[in-house]
């Protein structure tokens, strides 16, 4: 009788059609592609306005300096924001304060499962970038009491100037989010999956 093959040492059977059976129960990633995109999205986001509100205040210190003109139409500005993005709906009681920061969160959690079961990239990345700037301007709320807002369009027609709100990178990607997110329900979703095959009759 010949040496009995060791079970061990084998390399897994192969099955029909050139696979094998090492990944037949490994199955998706606990974190799909989306839903990674989605993450890192925030992240970046989250990273990038915090980032930039710690240099202006810091480094660059903006509170000093009052406004600084960077172009014609645009300008640095340290605006301290009570309110919600752009300065909407401006209140600096305490319980108003309370109240925003209890909406935003359950607005995250709910921003955060639709990401995770979300099926395309572009609304992922949206979502991502929606909850990324909500939480940075979470955390100015919390740090500062109030949300740093610093860039200040403005355009002068006829001896008149017209100010758009002051905002913030946390403001942008928000507004990002939300046209992607509308971009992608209307038209997305008619681009993003082939046509169905009529079954064949025969």
Not at 55 to 76: A, E, Q
Not at 97 to 114: D, E, G, P, R, T
Not at 138 to 150: H, T
Request: proline fraction near 5%; charged fraction near 15%.
């Amino acid at each position: 009788m010949g040496p009995r093959r060791s079970l061990a040492s084998g390399s897994p059977k192969a099955r029909p059609g050139g696979g094998d059976d090492s990944g037949s129960c490994g199955g998706a990633s606990p974190m799909t592609s989306p839903l990674r995109s989605g993450v890192i999205a925030a992240i970046v986001t989250l990273a990038l306005d915090q980032a930039s509100k710690l240099w202006l205040l810091y480094v660059f210190d903006i509170g000093h300096r009052g406004t600084v003109k960077v172009t014609p139409f645009f300008d640095l500005v340290l605006a301290w924001n009570i309110g919600i993005s752009f300065g909407w709906f401006q209140n600096d009681s305490q319980a108003a304060q309370i109240a925003l920061m209890v909406v935003k969160a359950v607005a995250v959690i709910a921003l955060a499962i639709w990401m995770a079961r979300s099926r395309t990239v572009m609304a992922t990345v949206a979502l991502g970038l929606i909850i990324g700037g909500a939480i940075g301007n979470a955390i100015d709320r919390i740090a500062y009491g109030a949300v740093v807002d610093f860039a200040l369009f403005h355009l002068r027609i006829g001896g008149n100037t017209y100010n758009w709100f002051v905002f913030n990178l946390a403001d942008v990607a928000i507004v990002a989010g939300v046209a992607a997110l509308l971009y992608d329900s209307f038209l997305g979703a008619s681009e993003g999956y082939p046509p169905q095959k009529r079954p064949d009759p025969g």
